[in-house]
């Protein structure tokens, strides 16, 4: 069927032409002056944040407010003939907050407590208070969200790092990928660049993390890509070890993805995109309220043309999201979710463990972005993504609240994607085509009940729950894998795949289930101290499904995985704490190609040690952490001339990771994340006794990332953003015997919010690897990709 693909040059004159119009209105943009002329306002009764930054599109004000000031407040509908001061304090009213206005700048602050007076009038008075920058990169910490067995918590009170980052800051910088979703973040990176396979999936602290949740449904998105953003309200990576948290997983830690959901007013945005050099696309995202007791949240958009990296990208995303009050009490959540996205031509996949290092003195080749020389023109990867979940949020009473949820995830993957080893300096490879097709279905049932009690003179918070997870998974009977070409990074790689892939699926190829039961309890001494106890019990079982009724296959495993911590509040806005907590990896059988096939290899719990600190109220925002991770470690081992996988020694990541966030006065703010790494090898076999005191592969010693906000003083409505990060070198083995180099990319964007004729507008624009910067990026099994050059992504917002 013929999909309409909007033409790139005559969307980017579009978007120019209106981003002339708008500069010249925004000149005459709303004045602050308490004398100035009405404009028509329309602002909807909503969260007071939203409600101040539509305001500011509006009227086109540059606005200053910390994010911790607005929590949990709405504001008034306002609408009509007014000034742009008026419609302000009318948002305000009752809010215990006011603005100072300086010219075109306005930040908000408290209100001074109202003087005693016997008198019905109030009199007048004076506020000056420190002007307050844009909003700090960790004003998430004030925020409640869900962590989990934990229940729901302010993430200033939870004693591991976490970090967050919500629509608005994605959208913001144009971000796709989880690299470019968390590039404020150090402690935060991915291999693969955008509009390429995320093959191998995400790291944190330097290590793996293969554990992915949907609104706390898991899935598994390596082999297959990222989750869409356009339907992402926030994503939060959890770093740290997750046994107690999620479950039997890999340790490395877990992202989070939670979806959009109806908002309290009715809002629609419709958003139209170009990145170079000819890909486009359009989003439409509405919230509607159907009745005083239902909701509704629909997003729908697409993307179609050629990437960058000469990728042609064919993707569309659906959401819907139903919230329906059964009760005063009781609210029922609905939400489905669907992606199809076809990825063809993208960059070939390089793999380094063949790489003659020893001949190429440890150095590897110069980076081309000639992409159209790395790449099958009919290669391609394709997966189906859908997601559906329905729960029931009670409130009992005051004290407590029961959480209930039914949520299915399936992903199906069609590959027909191109591999290479890289062999040496002058850039030679061995490739290969890679043809299989799986489908990857999850279940998930849980149940959460939380409160607060009284009890020994102290106040508990009770969390206890119960659930299920279940995986079947399907795989075709073909895993087709040669070597069907040849070819060098500098020259154009002219194969084209002939073979047909067979894509029919086996009716069950895996039947995993996890059964578990938690507690947990946060003992509130007083309002200094407080104690975290949890212990989750989880039952993990891999079906027989080799159809051999002579040979159990089946695999069977019980633990309980405990968290313990200590956490010490100075003040309302700090947490110093202490933690401990458990990671759980199930066994396996070992499957082929190894020698030692059918051998079990035998669960194993990794241990995280953490002591750190968290402030977030103005000033100087900060998340500080010190910790040490304990893994058990694989390694493929070399007998008798074949290679088997064997459990053997230990992997220890310690190390301190700093985030940082200051406002330097009203108009701009910068920031700062940095982890630094010492990652080893140790308590290995005899076998394998030259790997002792080695550095795993892929974990850098240092990782720093700054950013920077800037509102553009004469300018209305006019933000700067910029990033600059930086990744030390890192080995590509175990072995330490190949380096990928270091390398520092910058990227840099604005967001330009103006009215035109009433109707709020944004322009947002970002550059990505600013100064075209040529590196390498390596991570998972030995795999290394050339780096993303610079790219350019231009879009237009409008708010109804």
Do not use: C
């Amino acid at each position: 069927m013929h999909r309409f693909t909007p033409r790139p040059a005559p969307l980017a004159l579009a978007l120019s032409l209106v981003f002339a119009s708008g500069a010249l209105w925004a000149q005459g943009s709303a004045s602050l002056a308490p004398d100035a002329a009405p404009i028509a306002i329309h602002l909807p009764a909503q969260p007071l944040g939203e409600a101040l930054n539509a305001w500011a599109r509006q009227t086109g004000a540059q606005l200053a407010v910390q994010q911790s000031l607005v929590a949990g407040k709405t504001a008034p509908a306002v609408a009509g003939p007014l000034t742009a001061r008026q419609a302000l304090d009318r948002l305000l009213a009752d809010s215990g907050l006011t603005a100072t206005v300086e010219g075109t700048a306005v930040s908000i602050q408290p209100a001074a407590p109202k003087a005693p007076t016997s008198d019905a009038a109030l009199p007048e008075v004076r506020v000056t208070a420190k002007a307050l920058g844009p909003a700090s990169p960790l004003g998430y910490l004030s925020q409640h969200s869900s962590t989990g067995a934990l229940g729901d918590k302010k993430l200033l009170d939870t004693p591991f790092s976490v970090a967050t980052v919500d629509s608005d800051d994605i959208a913001e910088r144009g971000a796709k990928s989880i690299g470019q979703i968390f590039a404020k973040d150090a402690a935060v990176s991915t291999p693969t660049n955008s509009f390429a396979t995320d093959w191998w999936g995400t790291q944190i602290r330097g290590l793996p993390v293969r554990n992915t949740y949907i609104d706390g449904i898991p899935m598994l998105l390596y082999w297959g890509g990222d989750f869409p953003t356009e339907i992402t309200e926030s994503v939060t990576a959890l770093k740290g070890l997750t046994g107690f948290t999620y479950g039997f997983g890999e340790p490395g830690g877990a992202l989070s993805y939670l979806l959009k959901r109806p908002k309290a007013d009715n809002e629609t945005l419709v958003q139209l995109g170009y990145r170079n050099p000819s890909l486009a696309s359009v989003h439409l995202d509405t919230s509607r309220r159907l009745s005083e007791d239902t909701g509704l949240r629909a997003n729908a958009a697409t993307e179609h043309g050629t990437a960058y990296n000469a990728a042609r990208i064919d993707r569309t995303v659906a959401s819907l999201a139903l919230d329906q009050a059964l009760s005063g009490s009781v609210q029922w959540r609905n939400t489905v979710a669907y992606e199809d996205s076809r990825n063809q031509a993208e960059p070939i996949q390089l793999y380094l463990e063949a790489y003659d290092h020893v001949g190429s003195d440890g150095q590897l080749p110069t980076v081309t972005y000639d992409y159209d020389q790395l790449n099958v023109d009919n290669a391609y990867y394709q997966t189906k993504t859908l997601l559906a979940s329905t729960g029931i949020d009670w409130r009992i009473d005051d004290q407590w609240t029961l959480k209930t949820q039914l949520g299915f995830s399936r992903k199906n993957h069609r590959s027909n994607k191109a591999f290479a080893n890289l062999l040496n300096r002058a850039g030679d490879y061995t490739g290969s085509m890679y043809n299989f097709a799986g489908q990857l279905n999850n279940v998930f049932s849980q149940a959460v009940l939380q409160g607060t009690v009284q009890a020994a003179g102290m106040k508990h918070e009770l969390v206890a729950g119960a659930g299920l997870q279940a995986s079947r998974d399907r795989w075709a009977s073909e895993f087709y894998w040669s070597n069907d070409f040849d070819g060098n990074l500098y020259r154009e790689q002219t194969f084209r795949s002939t073979r047909t892939p067979d894509f029919a699926l086996l009716p069950v190829s895996s039947d995993t289930r996890q059964t578990y039961a938690f507690a947990s309890d946060t003992l509130h001494f007083n309002e200094r101290w407080q104690a975290i106890a949890g212990l989750r019990f989880t039952r993990y079982r891999i079906k027989d499904l080799d159809g051999d009724p002579t040979v159990d296959s089946a695999y069977r495993i019980s633990n309980a995985s405990p968290t313990l911590a200590l956490i010490h509040k100075p003040d309302a806005h700090t947490s110093l704490y202490g933690s401990y907590v458990e990671g759980l990896e199930p066994g396996t059988r070992v499957s082929p190609p190894y020698a030692n096939a059918g051998e079990l290899l035998k669960a194993t719990v990794s241990k995280q040690y953490e002591i750190g600190a968290k402030h977030e109220h103005g000033g100087v925002d900060y998340a500080v952490a010190l910790f040490r991770v304990e893994r058990a470690n694989q390694i493929d081992a070399l007998r008798g001339g074949e290679r088997h996988l064997t459990q053997d020694g230990r992997l220890v990541y310690q190390g301190m990771e700093l985030s940082g966030a200051y406002p330097l006065g009203k108009t701009l703010s910068v920031g700062l994340s940095a982890v630094y790494l010492d990652a080893t090898i140790d308590k290995v076999s005899i076998d394998n006794a030259a790997l002792q005191g080695n550095a795993p592969s892929f974990a850098p010693r240092w990782q720093v990332a700054a950013n920077v906000q800037h509102l553009v003083p004469g300018v209305r409505g006019l933000k700067l953003h910029g990033t600059v990060r930086y990744a030390g070198a890192s080995f590509t083995t175990d072995a330490n015997t190949l380096q990928i180099p270091s390398r520092t990319v910058v990227n840099a964007g604005f967001s330009y919010d103006f009215a035109v004729r009433g109707q709020a507008l944004t322009l947002l624009g970002n550059v990505y690897n600013l100064f075209n910067k040529k590196y390498w990026a390596g991570g998972g099994w030995s795999a290394g990709n050339v780096g993303e050059a610079r790219n350019v992504s231009l879009s237009l917002q409008a708010r109804f």
